[in-house]
T-cell receptor, first 113, second 113 residues
Framework: KAGVTQTPRYLIKTRGQQVTLSCSPISGHRSVSWYQQTPGQGLQFLFE???????NKGNFPGRFSGRQFSNSRSEMNVSTLELGDSALYLCASSIQTSTDTQYFGPGTRLTVL | GENVEQHPSTLSVQEGDSAVIKCTYSDSASNYFPWYKQELGKRPQLIID?????GEKKDQRIAVTLNKTAKHFSLHITETQPEDSAVYFC????????????FGKGTRLSVIA
């Protein structure tokens, strides 16, 4: 089976812009979770989508949003970018629940200038 | 909600020695405890997990122990090798039900040849 894929792998944006990241889960996986990884804060949960619905949400401002399509592919959007949004954004897919094994994608490295 | 503390933040061991990383959690209802390994520039990968109905699980040189009374779980790596050098993350469900994982801040393990 193909693993979790994310596009693009690298992005450079300026403050105030918006960005959309994409995640394709493993075939058959219906849950997609998004995480922000920074050196100081580790892996912080953004949100989880299951069957096109946001099932769980982390403690991030409304500038961070996401969606999931009928084929389980997911996108996340960050509007009005801030310098502090620079991070590695990881998505992870699992079959159904958070206690099923989560498989991570390679991440998108976002740099905000 | 769950709070996961991970110690130490950095660990250096000589090749062949053992390494132990410990995590504590706050929610006594937590029932699933995975460990992820992230090599430099790579995605996190699950290396072992344990559920609350067992006290220990082993997979070759890796073992995880769970103490539900004290609310802590530990990763043990024996006969360490240079390829074990990575950042290790523990995690636990945020709360009961189908909720996302909360990750510890990670332990950077360096195995010195």
């Amino acid at each position: 089976k193909a693993g979790v894929t994310q596009t693009p792998r690298y992005l450079i944006k300026t403050r105030g812009q918006q960005v959309t990241l994409s995640c394709s889960p493993i075939s058959g996986h219906r849950s997609v979770s998004w995480y922000q990884q920074t050196p100081g804060q580790g892996l912080q949960f953004l949100f989880e989508y299951f069957s096109e619905t946001q099932r769980n949400k982390g403690n991030f401002p409304g500038r961070f949003s996401g969606r999931q399509f009928s084929n389980s592919r997911s996108e996340m959007n960050v509007s009005t970018l801030e310098l502090g949004d620079s991070a590695l954004y990881l998505c992870a897919s699992s079959i159904q629940t958070s206690t099923d094994t989560q498989y991570f994608g390679p991440g998108t490295r976002l740099t905000v200038l | 909600g769950e709070n996961v503390e991970q110690h130490p933040s950095t660990l250096s061991v000589q090749e062949g020695d053992s390494a132990v990383i410990k995590c504590t959690y706050s929610d006594s209802a937590s029932n699933y405890f995975p460990w992820y390994k992230q090599e430099l520039g790579k995605r996190p990968q699950l290396i072992i997990d344990i559920r609350s109905n067992v006290g220990e699980k082993k997979d070759q040189r890796i073992a995880v122990t769970l103490n539900k009374t004290a609310k802590h779980f530990s990763l043990h790596i024996t006969e360490t090798q240079p390829e074990d050098s990575a950042v290790y993350f523990c995690a636990a469900p945020r709360d009961s039900g189908n909720t996302p994982l909360v990750f510890g801040k990670g332990t950077r393990l360096s195995v010195i040849a």
